[in-house]
């Protein structure tokens, strides 16, 4: 590559590497800095001084071996992991179900993107109203399961008030959100699937479910992967729905890090504590990022390669211009 | 399957459909309505009113300030429209430093790949620090730098946590314009520069556009970084629907619901235009619709 | 083995195309037929109605005398071969093959399926590559699959659709032979689509000729070419093109003194050149191109405008310009019918 190249190359990411400082370098030094001290705003004095409430590894003792971290990584990996899988089923299930064109899925396409769309705070504002105890979830539920089906009393569950119920309320709003990205990668895969090997495998006397388990599933192995990944990855840091959903209450119920992280800052004030957690939750996501890392790359060439290496659909060609063809090939 | 009865297949089908999308459309019907009841149909003990009874703007007027008795619950203010506006200009802010900043670097990736092949996986571990573990630090150095309550220390840290996805995203669209058009330019007589923006950038146009709505859509869905660091000054409409929360005990539905259907408005027109690209964007550039 | 027998097959798509208009053709126990036509002709969607892919608009098709049009693609027991292979690339050879098995509930022993991939493997010729996976064959070992993959369950029909067009042509001379073996040696009934007039006839026991969907002559591939039952088989059947001459052109030919309404058509082989003042030449014309062919020469000339074909020794080569004479023999001479186009 030639030297203006190579100047020019690295004068258009300079701007991008000057805010990459800005928005990691910097901060986390400071971070560094102060979880290594039990200071907070409140004490009067500067950031800078910090150094005179020294703690050593105080505050990443009491992390690591306390409760609170671990429940609040505990519940944050509940939620992605029910919300991340039921998207996925979901999402699936829908997938196939629009695979074959017909009249009005553009349509349905279109409202089932709707949730996506949706800024997250709102999200968490609408599943509020609908969670009330007194709300319309509880109240739909006793016209299905009391008035109609008769199989039990009124519905009066604390979506949000149940300590034990809170987490799954704030898994079904990210549930709602999300599903229909899931949905448009998965149809997206299911759309490039190759029609004649599905046709050879049906010839052959596959079930649907012999084509899902042979063919389909492992030939959307790399969008599968890639999709799940960058949902889980999104869904670890969730905090908007949540806290406008719960505050991360009752208690801590529905705490997840992020929010757990917010209250120890802005509630509870610890801001060494809150550092020190801070960076221990930013090691495990190194971690992640570069387990993840390699798998999602390789699943994007995997997905060039099949591509490249796939027959390409027979055209339609017009009449016409096969005779002709015919013709001057004589 | 059901060889013979298709049209029960065809049913089941429909059914499952049909479940689905009420299921999905139902809190946006939700938010719809509330946004236009009466307040007295709000949330009435026992009883759910399923439509308003009677549509009413009193919630949009609450809103915009131009109702007749402000708060209902209490004499806080519920005027929005200042927080409408600071989100805009943040918005618009952080998506243009974005732009500036992640279509230059994504050409450089894609065409020179300058910084060398970790960058992209750097700009990926950006992406998955949660913003909250920064805020700290954060808050710190913008007290430090006088910009707590400041467009520009919005539109500063918008652009830092989007330019990724305009990174993600252009290099994908630099990566399908062939090399031989701006090697051509450059035949002719082009800088790189020249090539850059006279050859190469044209080619482009479309995918900036849906990289530029995308990243709007991204900056105007925040919330927990105008919650750290705006203040009263800069309070975008998202704060703004927390606060109502909080000084309402909760319960002011209707002009939450007006302030959250408004919001909502933007990104769902955006994102309906932009379509083809939504997968490519949430999947960093890695799945092609 | 099994007998086909089509009776008035149509199919039409919405928007009014009909790809296949009342068919009727009887494929007997055994045999070998071709369905011969250019692209577009309907040959493509009549064998995916006999798979079972796509169902027909009416009419209806009989496997030993049995409809099938209820009966699902798995349950025919077809053999299908795709012009595309559409084999499993993500899956190895082994698996190809193995997949028919795997899928049928036919009980039988992971041992047993093992000793019947081998088998077919070595029919085929891919005891060597089992393990590979299948995406990265060249396309050679990938139609081996393709075939194996479909001789495994023992199909009673098996319908190929140009499988041979994406080869190299040592590789697809070689694979006819292979596939007329095959079929001799294990009896079964074969229908295959081609565009290449030359593959049906040197592999078929009959052809059916189709074009614009509509079955156009249906016999032996000597039938074919000597009888075609019209200008259509007539121009589409032969390796260098039929001429077609109106009538008034060469009176001598035309059958009794009928010179209006009539074109002629003589096979290049038919023709000779002669000095023009030849009392044998039928017609006279001017030498336009000569393409040496080694083994034979194609001569193109111009006889009043009107093109002529013929095909000549190489010892004689005429030159571009020469004024010459055609000669030709008039039992090979074939009339049709200038409105209808069928034979007389």
Not at chain 1, 34 to 54: H, M, N, V
Not at chain 1, 299 to 321: M, R, V
Not at chain 3, 106 to 125: L, M, N, P, T
Request: glycine share 8%.
């Amino acid at each position: 590559m030639g030297r203006s190249e190579a100047a020019v190359g690295q004068a258009v990411i300079t701007p991008g590497q000057l805010l990459l400082l800005f928005v990691i370098a910097f901060p986390a030094v400071v971070a560094i800095y102060i979880s290594f001290t039990g200071w907070t705003p409140d004490s009067g004095e500067p950031w800078y001084d910090a150094y005179k409430f020294w703690l050593w590894f105080g505050n990443y003792w009491e992390a690591l071996s306390g409760s609170p971290f671990w429940a609040a990584i505990w519940r944050t990996v509940v939620v992605t992991v029910l919300a991340v899988g039921f998207e996925f089923l979901i999402g699936f299930g829908l997938a196939l179900l629009l695979l074959k064109q017909f009249r009005g899925r553009s349509l349905l396409t279109v409202v089932f993107l709707l949730p996506m769309m949706v800024v997250p705070a709102v999200a968490g504002f609408i599943f509020y109203m609908l969670f009330q105890t007194d709300g319309p979830v509880n109240a739909a539920l006793t016209f299905l399961l009391d008035d109609i089906l008769n199989l039990t009393g009124p519905i009066h569950v604390g979506w949000l008030t149940n300590p034990s119920i809170a987490l799954y309320s704030v898994t079904v709003v990210d549930i709602w959100q999300w599903t229909p990205l899931m949905f448009l990668i998965l149809l997206s895969g299911l759309v490039a699937l190759p029609d004649d090997q599905m046709n050879a495998a049906r010839i052959l006397g596959a079930s649907w479910f012999h084509q899902l388990r042979y063919l389909v599933l492992p030939m959307m192995k790399p969008i599968i992967l890639i999709a799940v990944i960058i949902r889980a990855m999104e869904t670890l840091k969730l905090f908007d729905s949540a806290w406008l959903l719960t505050q991360g209450g009752p208690g801590d119920a529905s705490s997840t890090m992020s929010i757990y992280l917010y209250r120890t800052t802005f509630i509870d004030a610890r801001w060494g504590y809150a550092s020190a957690v801070a960076i221990l939750v930013l090691i495990m996501v190194s971690i992640l990022a570069m387990r993840a890392i390699r798998p999602i790359e390789a699943a994007s060439q995997e997905t060039i390669e099949e591509l490249a290496t796939a027959e390409p659909k027979d055209a339609e060609i017009p009449i016409e211009q096969a005779l002709d063809a015919e013709a001057l090939s004589r | 399957m059901t060889e013979g009865r298709p049209w029960l297949t065809f049913l089941g089908k429909a059914l499952v459909i049909l479940t689905l999308g009420v299921l999905f459309l139902f809190p946006l019907y939700w938010i719809l309505t509330m946004a236009f009841k009466p307040q007295d149909e709000w949330s009435p003990v026992g009883h759910v009113y399923w439509k308003p009874s009677q549509w009413t703007l009193d919630n949009f007027r609450q809103i915009f300030g131009t109702a007749k008795n402000t708060g209902f619950f209490t004499a806080a203010p519920t005027d929005a429209t200042s927080s409408i506006l600071h989100s805009v200009v943040a918005a618009t802010g952080g998506t243009i430093l974005a732009m500036l900043v992640g279509v230059f670097a994504a050409y450089g990736i894609a065409r020179y790949r300058a910084g060398g092949s970790f960058l992209p996986f750097q700009i990926l571990q950006l992406r998955m620090f949660p913003p909250i573990a920064i805020v700290i630090p954060l808050l710190i150095m913008y007290s430090y730098l006088h910009l707590v309550d400041t467009f520009w220390g919005l539109i500063l840290i918008y652009g830092a946590v989007t330019f990724p996805f305009v990174v993600w995203l252009m290099r994908s669209f630099f990566q399908e314009v062939p090399r031989e058009i701006s090697e051509a330019a450059i035949v002719d007589g082009c800088s790189q520069w020249g090539a850059f923006f006279k050859a190469v950038l044209p080619q482009v146009r479309g995918g900036l556009a849906a990289t530029a709505l995308f990243v709007f859509i991204l900056n105007w869905s925040d919330f927990l970084l105008a919650l750290v660091l705006s203040g009263s000054n800069t309070e975008t409409a998202p704060v703004f629907l927390n606060g109502l929360q909080s000084a309402g005990a909760g319960q002011e539905y209707g002009p939450q619901a007006a302030l959250g259907l408004i919001l909502i408005i933007p990104p769902a027109v955006f994102g309906l235009a932009i379509q083809r690209y939504l997968v490519r964007g949430l999947t960093f550039g890695a799945i092609k619709q | 083995m099994a007998k086909i027998r089509i009776d008035s097959l149509t199919k039409e798509f919405p928007g009014g195309v009909v790809a296949v208009k009342e068919l009727d053709l009887d494929v007997p126990h055994g045999s070998f037929v071709a369905l011969l036509g250019p692209s577009g002709c309907g040959k493509t969607t009549t064998m995916n109605m006999i798979s079972g892919l796509e169902q027909q608009t009416s009419g209806e098709i009989f496997f030993d005398d049995e409809p099938i049009t209820r009966v699902p693609p798995g349950r025919r027991n077809v053999g299908f071969v795709f012009q595309n292979y559409a084999i499993f690339t993500h899956m190895t050879v082994y698996n190809n093959i193995a997949f028919g098995l795997k899928v049928r509930k036919e009980g039988r022993s992971k041992a047993d399926r093992h000793a019947e991939v081998q088998r077919i493997a070595e029919i085929v010729g891919l005891s060597g590559s089992l393990d590979r996976k299948a995406g990265r064959l060249s396309v050679n070992d990938m139609q081996k699959v393709a075939l194996g993959r479909s001789m495994i369950v023992k199909p009673a029909i098996f319908l190929l659709d140009e499988p041979f067009s994406n080869l190299d042509a040592a590789f697809r001379a070689y694979m006819r032979t292979e596939l007329k073996r095959i079929q001799h040696e294990m009896g079964q009934t074969m229908v295959y689509v081609t565009h290449d007039q030359v593959e049906a006839m040197s592999m078929a026991d009959r052809i059916a000729v189709m074009n614009l969907g509509e079955l156009q002559q249906y016999g032996s591939p000597d039938e074919i070419y000597n009888r075609p039952a019209n200008r259509f088989v007539a121009g589409f059947v032969g390796s260098t093109q039929m001429n077609f001459l109106p009538a008034a052109l060469a009176p001598s030919l035309a059958a009794e003194g009928l010179t209006n309404g009539v074109t002629l058509g003589i096979r290049p082989e038919a023709l000779e050149l002669v000095p023009p003042d030849d009392p044998r030449a039928h017609l006279r014309a001017t030498v336009g191109l000569v393409e040496p062919l080694g083994a034979k020469d194609v001569v193109h000339l111009d006889a009043d405008d009107q093109p002529v074909r013929v095909v000549s020794a190489p010892g004689r080569r005429p030159h571009v310009g020469d004024a010459v004479g055609i000669a030709c023999d008039p039992g090979r001479v074939l009339r049709f019918d200038d409105e209808t186009d069928m034979a007389i």
